[in-house]
């Protein structure tokens, strides 16, 4: 018979007192949190951010307390369409930011008739508003006058046409004082989901 040889390996012990390792496990706590904290500093920063709607200019696909989500990548990929709905920095305030519509777009003429919105001279189909939404005019966009947009401009309306503030009163916004496209709505839970426009 022959014999099995097993060696033996002596593993060092640890002989680290309490304190100790709770020391190395607050660090590794703050390491991840700082790690976390990177992470949606980066995704808030360039990816997306969340908002909460205050006011009533947007109803009534938007109402006040709602929560959505804004996209911060599609307009470095793509330019703003017409119906996008946007976050922008308030024109006359830039630490407050309004939620509108896109309703024209770089090149093209608007103008309001009648309680009707008018792109290029053609009466603009809205099927995201009630069939009886009337658009009056504002300080900037007067009735029956024709408004050529500039190369890097766009003009917004709230969908609420009787209670917003928007290109109506203060003109045409460029796309550097936009944040994002509004792309989801996470409450309240009855409308939870994303945004078509």
Do not use: C
Not at 80 to 86: E, K, L, S, T, W
Not at 122 to 144: I, K, V
Not at 162 to 172: K, L
């Amino acid at each position: 018979m022959s014999d099995l040889y097993a060696p033996s390996f002596d593993y060092p012990t640890e002989d680290k007192n309490t304190g100790e390792k709770l020391k190395t496990h607050i660090i590794d706590f703050i390491q991840s949190v700082v790690v976390i904290g990177a992470i949606f500093a980066l995704i808030y920063l360039f990816v997306a951010q969340p908002h909460k709607v205050s006011g009533n200019s947007m109803i009534p696909t938007f109402h006040n307390g709602d929560y959505i989500l804004t996209d911060k990548l599609t307009y470095r990929i793509r330019s703003p369409q017409r119906g996008d709905v946007i976050v922008l920095k308030n024109p006359r305030n830039e630490n407050q930011d309004f939620i509108k519509r896109i309703i024209a777009l770089p090149g093209e003429t608007v103008s309001i008739k009648e309680d009707s919105v008018y792109i290029n001279g053609l009466q603009m189909q809205e099927l995201y508003l009630p069939a009886e939404t009337l658009t009056s005019a504002g300080n900037f966009l007067q009735e029956d006058e024709e408004i050529k947009i500039g190369p890097n401009q766009l003009v917004v309306f709230g969908d609420n046409r009787s209670g917003s503030s928007d290109s109506r009163e203060w003109g045409p916004i460029t796309k550097e004082e936009i944040v994002g496209r509004v792309i989801f709505r996470y409450f309240p839970l009855n409308v939870f989901g994303l945004i078509r426009n």
